[in-house]
């Protein structure tokens, strides 16, 4: 290549590229049902949130295992579990704003209060495009893919071996 290209407009000259072709982005469109919701699914280990939030004063329902729901003070007793459950209103600055309410199966209560993080980190995203931003720069967008790795035969654990003899 006999000419070097040292600017964009260089290089937009060289593609071809002008003022007039450059694509237009289309911003996101807020995601809600007819009764202002936004409904998201999160997941983390073996547990399944199915989430709705909407606008309201902040509170924050859990349905447990009889269909009830309580609060999720009451389900979520440890205060490290329920700050997980905040963190993302903490991080998109709408603490007190929207009003949560979750259905949680399988899994342990660690892997479900992670499973409701990611799904009102999604449906927060879902209600308002213009917090995505702080969202997936915390990381909170992104499911946490670790599971617990598998027994496997002739094995104690996954990986750890019975003692060794010998004789």
Do not use: C
């Not at 989430?51 to 349905?63: C, D, H, Q, T």
């Not at 993080?117 to 917090?131: R, T």
Request: glycine share 10%; aromatic share 8%; charged share 30%.
């Amino acid at each position: 290549m006999s000419e070097e290209i040292n600017t964009l407009e260089d290089l937009n000259q060289v593609a071809g590229i002008t003022a007039a072709t450059e694509v237009e982005l289309t911003p996101r469109e807020p995601v809600r049902d007819e009764l202002g919701r936004s409904y998201a699914t999160g997941k983390r280990k073996d547990a399944i949130a199915r989430v709705w939030i909407k606008p309201g004063s902040g509170k924050f329902l859990i349905r447990d295992n009889k269909g009830e729901y309580i609060d999720y003070t009451k389900y979520f007793a440890r205060p490290v579990l329920q700050m997980i459950l905040r963190q993302p209103f903490s991080v998109a600055g709408v603490e007190g704003e929207f009003d949560v309410m979750a259905t949680v199966k399988g899994g342990g209560l660690s892997g479900q209060a992670g499973a409701v993080k990611h799904g009102i980190s999604k449906a927060l995203q879902l209600y308002d495009p213009s917090l995505r931003g702080a969202l997936k720069a915390a990381g909170f967008l992104t499911r946490d893919s670790r599971v617990v790795e598998r027994k496997k035969y002739g094995k104690a654990k996954a990986r750890k071996s019975f003692q060794f003899s010998k004789r």
